[in-house]
């Protein structure tokens, strides 16, 4: 595992989980254009729109960044909106009840007082034409003109006696029937008040054609300049001495009642007012209870996951909270003894390993000096004898070397190994490895070709290691590279430097790639080892990749031959951010087209690799439709899950596998590999987009 | 130490237990209603006018002739300016020549509209006569000046059918208004101008003394305005030879000035055209004067007017209390006692001032027990002298109220047959002339002596229906107020005094007219006011009641005094705050405002106010 995690390991080391950019990362699509949108200044559209949003959202960012970091914030706010929201709700409800009551009891005085008038008008209205009856009785005028005269007057009198019984209370106004200029007679109305326009139009038709009194509601529009104001209209139809009919309304102003309504919504609204600071301010009392001892265990966690393992909640009373941290002391305690106990365990272990090493080798020396004497005597012995003294000195051979991996090995996993870096140029070391592989190859018959040795490739590193890691990785190709070529590829860029080399033996299958640089891992047990390998040289050579602050990953497909790549920082303390060598060859069976299914797949894959070199795709969100898509197309997107199928043996459809497989590192940990093929340095979210927008063409 | 910390405890336990005893308090305090609290001005809200008003709408298309009638009349009684809804009802050219403002003619009922004599024939008639007819109460002429009239209301109105536009339109009409008597009380409200008298001067200086002349004008229009244009065109006709106005002729509002009225300081700036940029301050000050003391009388609240010239540059300006100053008026006079002869034929008087019903003897030869036994008496003005008729009423006596002087002889005797038939009730007026009428109904005369002291003047009245039964001078010593009877029935009759007017000739009363034409039986009467009476009387098929009228004839809309039975003689002031004071059958009793009559004294007679 912990092999295995090396390229990996330095973007890891800093990504911390639930940070935003993990958040956004992670995220869905739409949360994605969401925040690209709106936060992240991705609208696409015109330049102007773009600075503007990036104006607006500019002072939002920290408010927004509080808002998801704060759950006391959050607690508050939805506190205040929905304290706001019932107040509000009540505040209508009482506002209703309140202005029903009212009007119901203006609405019963004002009918009664209404009607009382109308009484009165009608009896006015007899008494006047009975009066003019007897009068006239012997009278010679045309009873027509003598009717009429009185009217003028009459009406005047009416509306002045009717509206002087309450003053300010409510005003009187007749109408004549019909439209406004009906029959020559003349509106009338008392203290200012502007007839026509104060009584509304279908409470007049209804009047008109009914003789029964009806009300509405309306405005007072007063013709002194006065405020208009709400008011109760009753009007009927009445009467005059002649007979003749005309409409007569009562107008109730609601002033009162107005005054009342508004200072029960004055009372309402600052006791809302009220209501709703104060459940404020009591939820951020309450959450703060709450919420401070969460922040305190958080703060102990991340110190605990900073490996301060001594840190301890204070833990004061009996409530919820106290046992939260009294769970979490007792966690803690647990987790500090276990890893003291593996740390004490995984020690003792290492110092067993050196210690046997050390103790192997004073016999081994004695052994080896009589193996000597045995073996230069092999000429007088029968060939039996003799063949044994060989072997005896060949598997002593082996033993001596598998004691010094182990020593090694082991000084690695104390922490002993000392880096010595000097500035380097890495064609000199190439060269020195190939010509010591020379004798081997020609052995196999294999041709080793150096490539981009034309410029100096100068890096940081200790030139012993690095010589160690590259013998090992051109003898791996030369031995397993079944005859063929090998080819050592130079190359810098960016900060890092890379040698990378590819052999077409039988190649790697799925999975192994990563299981290479396990301890005494073999591809075919079964095989024969000409050169006698311990199992353990690429461990060190990772252990020495790692040293350097670099990465050694494998690349393989069944019957397409592997690549292994070295990357290392151009200076010794540099992270890493990506490789000038993409992982998987140009070369390789899926760039060249030739999948093993015959699917035309290939055409189209192969235009992801100027984009995305070595397949390495980062660690897309699982259910992204380019990974579905690319499933669907190559169902064997996880080798390990269809091991019998036909083209099952490739490594490369790394990008779902690579993300689902916790294992598989080297595949999930370059993500900054993009970067050395691009020289945009973007952030990892933009990176992604383009891909995917070029892919899905 | 525990102990100590222990009374600690307590006590801080004990205090904030106080503190929310006080918190307690002072909420309970906050929710309950106050018994107590500061003491604050209560602003005075105006009370709300519940006036009705007429909104005249414009004839309808295709209306009735009746209809057409029926909407002018009302369009009349409407607040229109200048009538303009009215003359819609008009044809153009009746409408050219309609002048509303010429007149306006009450009737008592309103005008009843009477089809008149229709042309014959069978063919669209295209020309209808409609006569207005009524009882005529009075007539407001060009001047504004009010006029009870009587007799029938007759006028004939035309109306034709436009060829044209087929409508029925009034071509021809009486000019003015005609409506009726309640519209008019409703529309128009009766307003005191105020010039000075020609003559009289009262006073070590000699002010002016103000005298009122009653207009009515349109109360919903602009009435402040209306107002000063009125003042401004001069005193009507009846007043007129008797007084001057301080404005230049020619004086008038600026062009276009309407809608005159007070800012909140209650100033009022008129902008004045004509010759008035030349005009010295004393001249200014009087007009000044005029306008708030007539102004004063439709707004009370106004404190005070600033003239302006053309330009608008300031002429003068005047508060209230200065016009007072300025000119002598005589409702600002506040008469200091009320006098009246006791049971012992005394002349006391009473602070008008007090409530107390105890008289103290005036000063003086009429104050004294046993002296002359008198059946009126009358004080001047200044309250320097007194003029007592004698009981029979046969002399007339002029005597100081200062202490020690002596009863003269009779300045004036009388030959009536009987007592009633003597001498009436004598009556100052401003100027300090003392006037008397003996009612022989074989020799009515009036007379009058200059300064209380002359020789007896008779003066000339040469309308003269009757005999005068009483005589009081109005405080401004150009109107007279006199109740005249003939065949037993009085009238009250209000006349104007000239005199000096034409060199050597003797004063006269000319042009009476009736103040309350509706009286058969007047039997006393004061003057209350400017230009208000309070008068006892009978009206026909009545029962004797006092009631306010005023000198143009009009009835005021104000409430009467509250009754009072066997009323024999009546004194008012013309400053309203003086309670109102009657000699009835209770003896001497008297209205203070706001409450009912009251017993001043059993056995009194002859109860005055100086005047």
Not at chain 1, 33 to 50: A, I
Not at chain 1, 444 to 473: F, M, Y
Not at chain 2, 350 to 368: D, H, I, K
Request: charged share 25%; aromatic share 4%; hydrophobic share 35%.
């Amino acid at each position: 595992m912990s092999g295995d995690s090396a390229a990996s390991a330095p973007g890891r080391s800093g990504d911390r989980p639930g940070r935003p950019v993990g958040r956004t990362a992670a995220g869905s699509r739409w949360g994605r254009f969401f925040e690209g949108g709106l936060l992240q200044g991705g609208v696409q559209g015109s330049p102007v729109l773009r600075l503007f949003m990036r104006w607006v959202r500019r002072p939002l960012l920290p408010v927004m960044r509080l808002w998801r970091r704060n759950i006391q914030l959050r607690v508050v706010a939805t506190t205040l909106l929905m304290s706001l929201g019932v107040v509000v709700l009540l505040g209508f409800v009482v506002i209703g009840q309140v202005r029903n009551g009212l009007l119901d009891a203006k609405v019963k005085a004002s009918q009664s007082q209404a009607t009382g008038g109308f009484a009165v008008a009608k009896q006015k209205a007899d008494e006047a034409a009975s009066g003019t009856a007897a009068g006239t009785g012997d009278g010679t005028a045309g009873t027509d003109g003598r009717q009429s005269q009185n009217v003028i007057p009459w009406m005047s009198d009416l509306v002045e006696s009717l509206s002087s019984g309450g003053a300010g209370a409510f005003d009187v106004v007749t109408l004549p029937v019909g439209d406004d200029s009906g029959g020559g007679r003349s509106p009338r109305g008392s203290g200012y008040v502007n007839p026509s326009s104060s009584v509304p139009g279908d409470l007049r038709e209804r009047i008109n054609s009914s003789t029964t009194a009806a009300q509405s509601y309306t405005r007072i529009v007063y013709s002194n300049g006065k405020e208009s104001q709400p008011a109760l209209v009753i009007g009927k139809q009445v009467n005059d001495p002649n007979g003749r009919p005309y409409e007569l309304y009562y107008l109730f102003p609601l002033t009162q009642e107005e005054k009342s309504l508004s200072l029960v919504k004055g009372t309402l609204a600052t006791a809302g007012l009220f209501v709703v600071v104060l459940l404020g301010a009591i939820a951020w009392l309450v959450v703060r209870q709450v919420v401070t001892p969460v922040r305190m265990a958080a703060g102990i966690a991340e110190r605990l996951s900073a490996g301060r393992l001594q840190e301890r909640m204070k833990v004061t009373g009996e409530d919820d909270i106290a046992r939260l941290g009294e769970a979490f002391n007792k966690m803690a305690q647990n987790l500090q003894l276990k890893i003291q106990q593996l740390e004490d365990l995984s020690r003792m272990q290492r110092r067993f390993v050196s210690d046997v090493s050390h103790e192997l080798r004073t016999p081994l020396t004695t052994v080896r000096m009589a193996a000597d004497v045995i073996h230069e005597a092999r000429e007088d012995f029968d060939p039996v004898t003799a063949r044994s003294a060989e072997l005896l000195a060949d598997q002593l051979d082996r033993f001596e070397s598998l004691l010094a991996d182990l020593l090694e090995i082991s000084r690695f996993d104390a922490g002993a190994a000392a880096l010595e870096a000097e500035p380097i140029d890495l064609r000199e070391v190439v060269r020195r490895v190939v010509s010591g592989a020379e004798p081997l190859a020609e052995r196999k018959g294999t041709h080793i070709r150096v490539l981009g040795d034309q410029q100096p490739v100068v890096a940081e590193a200790d030139a012993r290691r690095l010589e160690r890691v590259l013998r090992n990785l051109v003898v791996n190709a030369v031995e397993h590279g079944e005859g063929r070529d090998v080819i050592v590829k130079l190359a810098a860029a960016g900060g890092a430097v890379a040698v990378a080399v590819r052999d077409y033996g039988v190649g790697l299958k799925p999975g192994e790639a990563t299981r290479v640089f396990s301890r005494f891992w073999r591809a075919d047990p079964a095989r024969a080892r000409t050169t006698g390998g311990t199992g353990l040289g690429l461990s060190i050579a990772l252990e020495d990749a790692r040293l350097h602050g670099g990465w050694l990953q494998a690349w393989g497909e069944p019957g397409g031959g592997s690549q292994f790549r070295l990357t290392l920082p151009r200076t010794a303390d540099e992270p890493l951010r990506g490789s000038p060598i993409p992982l998987e060859p140009k070369d390789s069976r899926r760039n060249g087209g030739l999948d093993e299914a015959g699917l035309p797949g290939g055409a189209e894959k192969r235009a992801t690799v100027p984009v995305q070199p070595g397949g390495q795709v980062p660690p897309l969100p699982p259910r992204s439709p380019m990974a579905s898509r690319l499933a669907a197309v190559t169902p064997a997107a996880d080798p390990t899950a269809l091991p019998g199928h036909g083209n099952g043996a490739r490594v490369v459809p790394r990008p779902t596998g690579g993300a689902r497989r916790p294992d598989d590192r080297p595949a999930a940990g370059p993500a900054p590999d993009t970067h050395a093929g691009r020289p945009d340095p973007a952030g990892p979210d933009d990176s992604t987009e383009p891909g995917e927008a070029f892919r899905g063409r | 130490m525990g102990a100590d910390r222990e009374g600690g405890v307590r006590h801080r336990l004990g205090r904030a237990v106080a503190y929310a005893v006080c918190g307690v308090v002072v909420l309970a305090g906050c929710a309950s209603m106050p018994d107590s609290g500061d003491l604050r001005d209560v602003e005075s809200t105006p009370r709300q006018d519940t006036g009705v008003r007429v909104f005249a709408m414009p004839p309808a298309d295709d209306a009735q002739p009746s209809e057409i009638m029926q909407g002018f009349l009302e369009a009349l009684t409407s607040d229109d300016p200048q009538y303009d809804t009215a003359r819609k009802y008009l044809t153009a050219d009746a409408a050219r020549t309609w002048r509303p403002e010429e007149s306006a003619t009450v009737l008592a009922n309103g005008p009843s509209v009477v089809p008149g004599p229709q042309p014959g024939g069978r063919e669209p008639i295209d020309s209808l006569t409609y006569v207005l007819s009524g009882s005529r109460v009075a007539t407001v002429d060009t001047q504004q000046a009010y006029a009870p009239e009587d007799g029938s209301y007759r006028k004939k109105v035309h109306l034709t059918k436009d060829a044209k536009s087929g409508q029925w339109r009034i071509d021809s009409l009486p000019q003015g208004v005609v409506m009726g008597k309640s519209d008019f009380q409703r529309n128009y409200t009766s307003v005191n101008k105020y010039y000075f008298a020609s003559s009289t001067k009262v006073g070590a200086t000699g002010q002016p003394v103000a005298v009122a002349d009653p207009v009515f004008v349109r109360s919903k229009v602009d009435p402040m305005t209306q107002v000063v244009r009125s003042l401004l065109a001069g005193p009507t006709s009846w007043l007129g030879p008797v007084v001057r106005s301080s404005f230049p002729t020619g004086t008038a509002l600026q062009e276009g000035v309407s809608g005159l009225a007070p800012d909140d300081q209650n100033g009022l700036a008129v902008p004045l055209s004509g010759k008035v940029s030349r005009i010295g301050l004393a001249k200014c000050t009087e007009m000044a004067t005029q306008l708030l003391f007539t102004l004063r009388n439709l707004t009370p609240t106004l404190e005070s007017v600033e003239l302006q010239g053309p330009g608008g540059h300031r002429l003068c300006d005047l508060t209230a209390e200065r016009a007072e100053s300025t000119a002598w008026h005589a409702s600002a006079q506040s008469p200091e006692f009320l006098y009246f002869l006791d049971g012992k034929h005394r002349l006391v008087r009473l602070p008008t001032g007090s409530s107390g019903t105890s008289a103290v003897p005036v000063p003086g030869p009429l104050g004294e027990e046993g002296g002359k036994e008198l059946q009126s008496v009358a004080v001047s003005r200044d309250e320097h002298t007194v003029a007592g008729v004698g009981a029979d009423g046969k002399s007339l006596y002029v005597a100081s109220l200062a202490s020690g002087g002596s009863l003269g002889d009779a300045v004036l005797s009388s030959r009536g047959a009987t007592a009633t038939d003597r001498l009436t009730t004598p009556s100052w007026d401003a100027r300090g002339d003392l006037w008397v009428a003996d009612s022989d109904p074989r020799d009515p005369k009036l007379y009058v002596l200059e300064q209380g002291v002359g020789k007896p003047v008779e003066v000339g009245i040469p309308d003269l229906p009757g005999r005068i039964r009483d005589v009081r001078m109005a405080a401004d010593g150009v109107r007279v107020a006199l109740v005249v009877e003939k065949d037993g029935k009085q009238s009250l009759l209000i006349g104007r005094i000239e005199r000096e007017g034409r060199s050597g000739e003797r004063p006269a009363v000319v042009e009476l007219r009736s103040a309350a034409p509706d009286l058969e039986q007047v039997t006393t009467m004061s003057w209350a006011g400017d230009s208000r009476l309070v008068v006892v009387g009978l009206e026909q098929g009545g029962v004797h009641q006092m009631r306010y009228v005023q000198v143009d004839g009009s009835t005021l809309d104000g409430p009467a005094p509250a009754a009072l039975s066997g009323v024999k003689a009546i004194a008012a002031s013309e400053d309203e705050r003086v309670p109102l004071v009657a000699y009835s059958e209770d003896g001497i009793v008297r209205l203070p405002s706001g409450a009912q009559w009251q017993k001043v004294d059993k056995d009194g007679t002859a109860p005055v106010y100086p005047g």
